[in-house]
T-cell receptor, first 112, second 112 residues
Framework: DTEVTQTPKHLVMGMTNKKSLKCEQH?????MYWYKQKAKKPPELMFV???????INESVPSRFSPECPNSSLLNLHLHALQPEDSALYLC???????????FGSGTRLTVV | EDQVTQSPEALRLQEGESSSLNCSYT??????LFWYRQDPGKGPEFLFT???AGEEKEKERLKATLTKKESFLHITAPKPEDSATYLC?????????????FGKGTKLSVKP
């Protein structure tokens, strides 16, 4: 298995909703990442987990809450989002930096 | 400050018309340079990693090269299915673990 799987592919949520994005990989990678990508922009790093511990939080607002239950799973919990948070949310994993990061297909999030 | 600049922003080619995309970088110490292909609404697809000046990698119609200041992605006899945005990213020894610095991308369109 050489894929990073993200669910759901599309999500529409209201500003008072709580939802979660899920990411799964079975490549034995020990680093996992969340990125946010707006239209016509490159991906922006949000969080990095290394060996299931949060190692980087790029000053992301607390309405985004990451969780790494085990070495294969990564979640992003969403609460009280704003319309400007609408974007493509990408999960990636890698064996160890600077090894290549493998990206999932993303979750297209729309906040209404 | 680490920086990545890609040119051109957009490139239109006729099928079979070979060309090159440029990625110029300024980093405190290069750990790795990465090329990705991204289709609209999808996650970036890993293409190549280059680690040191003089290194070259090839895959089908694509060839990536690296110097101390820039990388080129050469596309030989492109086909319409090569149309996508090509992203260049670097990781530096001065950066945080997993912190890829992306360029803004080159949008390639190949017309039949």
């Amino acid at each position: 298995d050489t894929e990073v799987t993200q669910t759901p592919k599309h999500l529409v949520m209201g500003m008072t909703n709580k939802k979660s994005l899920k990411c799964e990989q079975h490549m034995g990678h020990r680093a996992m990442y969340w990125y946010k990508q707006k239209a016509k922009k490159p991906p922006e790093l949000m969080f990095v987990y290394s060996y299931e511990k949060l190692s980087i939080n790029e000053s992301v607002p607390s309405r985004f809450s990451p969780e790494c239950p085990n070495s294969s799973l990564l979640n992003l919990h969403l609460h009280a989002l704003q319309p400007e948070d609408s974007a493509l949310y990408l999960c990636a994993s890698s064996q160890d930096p600077p090894d290549s990061e493998i990206f999932g297909s993303g979750t297209r999030l729309t906040v209404v | 400050e680490d920086q990545v600049t890609q040119s051109p922003e957009a490139l239109r080619l006729q099928e079979g018309e070979s060309s090159s995309l440029n990625c110029s970088y300024t980093v405190s110490g290069l750990r790795g340079l990465f090329w990705y292909r991204q289709d609209p609404g999808k996650g970036p697809e890993f293409l190549f990693t280059l680690y040191s000046a003089g290194e070259e990698k090839e895959k089908e119609r694509l060839k990536a090269t690296l110097t101390k200041k820039e990388s080129f992605l050469h596309i030989t006899a492109p086909k319409p299915e090569d149309s996508a945005t090509y992203l260049c990213a670097v990781q530096s020894y001065g950066g945080s673990q997993g912190n890829l610095i992306f360029g803004k991308g080159t949008k390639l369109s190949v017309k039949p």
